[in-house]
């Protein structure tokens, strides 16, 4: 037994690893959280209720993936009616509170300025705090090192996770982006195509009829007296 602890004594990568490893295969409590992304048709209004709980702190970020010029209203009530956030025409956000009274908080989107334009929008309402990792909740002595270098790790991964879905959101938006934009080139070039092909055929005709030589029967003679 001795001689496995000074060999993962010698080996502290090793040690960060198994740890790792151990606390991703439990079942580890993580925050109660709604994320997803849906489709906002013009003139509509879409909400969201969630319940939390007094004291609770509570987190709700969204983005306008595509449509019209990436904007949405959002609202944020209360149990009591109250209206405790509000944005007008906005393309993303992000806004955290803690809970004033316990209730079903409601999250609104609101597409109703808009009379022709689609919007997906995606949303993230986070309630609660995330749970540590295992052992680490009542921790009563000092951590260790590789305790320590755990919970940096575990941190980490967490904030890897959110960069890569703003990252997927970004290259969402610029790939819609992009496509809008091949769709205008495309229609824009096929209309000045079709219009230098009515202009040369008309010059074509004009070109022709200026040389073209009139019969005898179509020239105009003076009337003889």
């Known amino acids: 037994m ?3 602890k000074s060999r ?6 090793l040690c960060l690893a198994v740890i790792v490893l151990l606390a991703l295969g439990h079942k580890i409590p993580v925050v109660n959280s709604v994320e997803l992304t849906f489709e906002l048709p013009d003139n509509a209004r879409e909400c969201f209720h969630e319940e939390i ?9 969204f983005q306008v993936v595509s449509g019209g010029r990436y904007d949405v209203d959002v609202t944020l009530e209360s149990p009591t009616g109250e209206v405790v956030y509000r944005q007008i025409k906005t393309q993303f956000d992000s806004y955290q509170f803690v809970a004033a009274a316990t209730g079903v908080y409601v999250a609104c989107f609101s597409n109703e300025f808009s009379t022709f334009s689609h919007k997906i929008v995606y949303m993230d309402f986070q309630v609660g705090e995330e749970q540590p990792l295992p052992g680490l909740e009542e921790h009563a002595t000092v951590l260790t090192q590789m305790e320590k270098s755990a919970q940096e790790t575990h941190k980490g991964l967490n904030a890897i996770l ?6 997927r959101l970004r290259e969402a938006q610029g790939r819609k ?3 809008d934009l091949n769709e205008r080139v495309l229609w824009w070039s096929l209309t000045e195509t079709a219009a230098i092909l009515i202009i040369a055929i008309g010059q074509v005709l004009v070109l022709r009829n200026f040389f073209s030589e009139k019969k005898p029967s179509q020239m105009n ?5």
Request: no cysteine; aromatic share 6%.
């Open 2 to 4: 001795t001689d496995r």
């Open 162 to 167: 959110d960069y890569q879905t703003h990252h």
């Open 53 to 61: 709980l007094k004291n609770q702190t509570a987190t709700l970020e």
């Open 177 to 179: 982006r992009a496509e």
């Open 221 to 225: 003679y003076p009337l003889m007296k």
């Open 8 to 13: 993962l004594q010698q080996h502290p990568i």
